[in-house]
């Protein structure tokens, strides 16, 4: 397929520097449906991006589109800061039966704000006012998003640069396999904790993600999961899940600190709750961490009543029957099997993942981007991660179709030939 880029146009010349993906995929999308995107001029792409994971159900999921269309004509409430609404109730008692009482999870919901960082920043909030501590520890590589105590947080030097000023009372620490199975796990951070010549102060909580996904695809174990809470529950800190870009079930479970067996102090959750790419975002917490006063924390655009509506019925059509983690670690199970195949191909290339999120890691750092410019050629849109952009990040659709999936991991293995 030919791509021809468009002309010097609008975009150019009245939006910022800062955009940055359509600096990668030069086109200008008009239509999407499913796992597919179409430009003004009539090319199709398969699409292994899905929003950043803001689209696990595809694009204008039917099912998802009708309810909205239906609250929409019906002139439902659109706008409704915290107010109580029929549509927060309809998402609320869908949350608890479809996903809270299933995994016997005691979580009280807040609507923090509507973007993935907004439940981060509020989780902070909350555990520095539950334990009175300023401190926050996080780890390599992690991302959690584009605000000041997010950032503070955050691993990427280039992102933490853009914040202008000095980010404190965040201590990184190595992330599972950081020193290649060479360092037993935690030794550094509990005896830094129990060191009282460390200089650490006591922290009131850590952050991590189970699967790193800007921060290249790493793939925390679940025993070090394990070792993790064991470490928080000893030393009086909260632990919070960073569940964004990994819940909803883009790793398989729903959640996807399940598989370890824990049960976090707090989670985040945002980019694909509201199943539609609307924004939506969630900060979850055991009920006796619910010490906020009313009005403490709040924000205009907290109660997106058609998200609700469009979570509500991704819930009820989605997850009260356990297939679609099933349907998901078979879909990644395809992938895993022609990923392993181009890395046997290809020297220097090396992948991980879990669920529906991969990764191929180029030995080559620059390749990677390339084999992405050679796709997006080839009709595939898929995007780099990694502090150096050194991996091919795969987030496909869970609602993906077999043959869909395989075309675009052909598709792929052709970019990664063609760079070689």
């Not at 993906?21 to 699409?47: I, K, N």
């Not at 609320?92 to 919901?109: G, H």
């Not at 030097?157 to 990184?172: E, M, N, Q, S, Y």
């Not at 399940?258 to 980019?271: F, H, M, Y």
Request: glycine fraction near 10%; include cysteine; charge should be negative.
């Amino acid at each position: 397929m030919t791509i021809t880029p468009p002309a010097l146009s609008v975009f150019e010349a009245l939006e910022s520097e800062v955009r940055s993906y359509c600096r990668g995929w030069p086109a200008v999308f008009d239509r999407a449906q499913g796992s597919h995107m179409y430009d003004e001029d009539g090319h199709t792409y398969l699409d292994f991006f899905a929003g950043a994971g803001s689209l696990n159900y595809g694009h204008n999921n039917p099912v998802l589109k009708r309810a909205l269309i239906d609250y929409i004509e019906r002139d439902g409430v659109t706008h409704g800061l915290d107010m109580s609404t029929t549509a927060k109730r309809a998402f609320l008692e869908s949350f608890q039966n479809n996903i809270l009482r299933p995994r016997d999870l005691p979580y009280k919901v807040m609507f923090p704000g509507p973007t993935g960082t907004n439940a981060v920043e509020a989780a902070l909030k909350l555990a520095r006012k539950v334990k009175g501590r300023e401190s926050i520890v996080s780890f390599t590589n992690a991302f959690h998003g584009m605000s000041l105590g997010s950032l503070a947080v955050t691993g990427n030097a280039f992102k933490r640069a853009g914040a202008g000023i000095p980010l404190v009372h965040g201590t990184p620490m190595p992330f599972d396999n950081y020193f290649d199975g060479t360092v037993e796990d935690f030794l550094w951070f509990e005896r830094l904790l129990e060191d009282q010549g460390s200089g650490l102060n006591k922290p009131a909580a850590v952050i991590v993600e189970t699967v790193q996904g800007e921060g290249g695809i790493n793939v925390a174990r679940p025993e070090w999961l394990r070792a993790l809470a064991e470490l928080c529950e000893r030393q009086d800190m909260l632990l919070i899940v960073d569940d964004i870009q990994m819940g909803c079930g883009r790793t398989g479970a729903f959640f996807s600190f399940e598989e370890a067996g824990i049960t976090p102090d707090i989670v985040t959750v945002s980019k694909s709750i509201s199943g539609y790419g609307m924004p939506m975002s969630l900060t979850l917490f055991k009920p006796e961490l619910d010490i906020w006063e009313p009005g403490e924390h709040n924000g205009t655009f907290r109660g997106n009543n058609p998200a609700f509506v469009t979570a509500a019925a991704t819930l009820d059509t989605y997850w009260a029957d356990g297939q679609m983690e099933k349907q998901t670690l078979a879909r990644g199970e395809q992938v895993e099997q022609a990923l392993r195949a181009i890395c046997e191909e290809q020297s220097g290339v090396h992948f991980r993942g879990r669920g529906l999120v991969w990764g191929m890691e180029f030995e080559d750092k620059p390749r990677a981007s390339a084999v992405c410019k050679r796709a997006f050629e080839l009709g595939l849109l898929v995007e780099t991660s990694g502090p150096e952009s050194e991996v091919v990040k795969l987030l496909p659709a869970l609602t993906i179709s077999p043959e869909d999936l395989d075309e675009g991991l052909r598709t792929l293995a052709r970019a990664v030939r063609e760079t070689a």
